[in-house]
């Protein structure tokens, strides 16, 4: 079953804060994110585990609520390397990944 | 070096015919993953394989077939190409089930 992210664009201004994510109704055992800009391939940017701690890549923060069931990606004083499609993978113990639908993420000068 | 690396590139052929795509790792990762994303970008995942078993085995058409002669390569065959097998499918690797993956720069097929 997969994840649920939201929204599904975003917009933002160079230095500008956003926030984005994902959502299962199962579950979790670790949300994995990725990053893929256009026309290549996604790339690993975090791990969150169960009982785990924030996780960081570069200005880029994420948390982990298992209560709810959801994952939430921090993009903070964004540059425009930033630019790309964000994908949660989320891990319910059986072996594989399921990738959310994506939130695409466009920051412009 | 390239990490995870897929060949050809670019697959453009017609329908009916028979096509390969080759993937090899330099990691020295145990598991290895087939996946197709769509024009849509949905990334969803075909098989999977760990130390040459393969694990995963979603619904799809049994036109694919995927191989791994080894650990380090894993290769996927289709028969009889359709409309629909359009899309970019990438080839990840990573230690174990679930660890952090490294994705192939993609083979992007298009059936004419």
């Known amino acids: 079953q997969q994840p649920v992210q939201s929204p599904q664009a975003v917009i933002l201004r160079e230095g500008e804060d956003a926030v984005i994510n994902c959502s299962s109704s199962?579950?979790?055992?670790?949300v994995h994110w990725y990053r893929q800009k256009h026309g290549e391939a996604p790339v690993f940017l975090m791990i969150?585990?169960?009982?785990?701690e924030q996780m960081r890549h570069e200005k880029i923060s994420a948390s982990f609520n298992e209560k709810k069931q959801q994952s939430s990606l921090y993009l903070t004083a964004s540059q425009l390397s930033y630019s790309g499609t964000y994908f949660c993978?989320?891990?319910?113990?059986?072996?594989?990944?399921?990738f959310g639908k994506g939130n695409q993420v466009v920051v412009i000068p | 070096d390239t990490a995870v690396s897929q060949t050809p590139k670019y697959l453009v052929t017609q329908m009916g015919n028979d096509k390969s795509i080759k993937c090899e790792q330099n990691?020295?990762?145990?598991?290895m993953y087939w996946y197709k994303q769509d024009s849509k970008k949905f990334l969803k995942i075909m098989f999977s394989?760990?130390?040459?078993?393969?694990?995963i085995n979603e619904t799809v058409p049994n036109r694919f077939s995927p191989k791994s002669p080894d650990k380090a390569h894993l290769n996927l065959h289709i028969n009889s190409l359709e409309l629909g097998d359009s899309a970019v499918y990438f080839c990840?690797?990573?230690?174990?089930?679930?660890?952090?993956?490294?994705f192939g720069d993609g083979t992007r097929l298009s059936i004419l």
């Open positions: 990840a690797s990573s230690q174990f089930i679930n660890q952090p993956q490294h």
């Open positions: 199962k579950a979790l055992y670790s």
């Open positions: 969150l585990l169960k009982g785990g």
């Open positions: 993978g989320t891990d319910y113990g059986n072996n594989r990944l399921a």
């Open positions: 990691l020295g990762h145990d598991t």
């Open positions: 394989y760990n130390n040459k078993e393969l694990i």
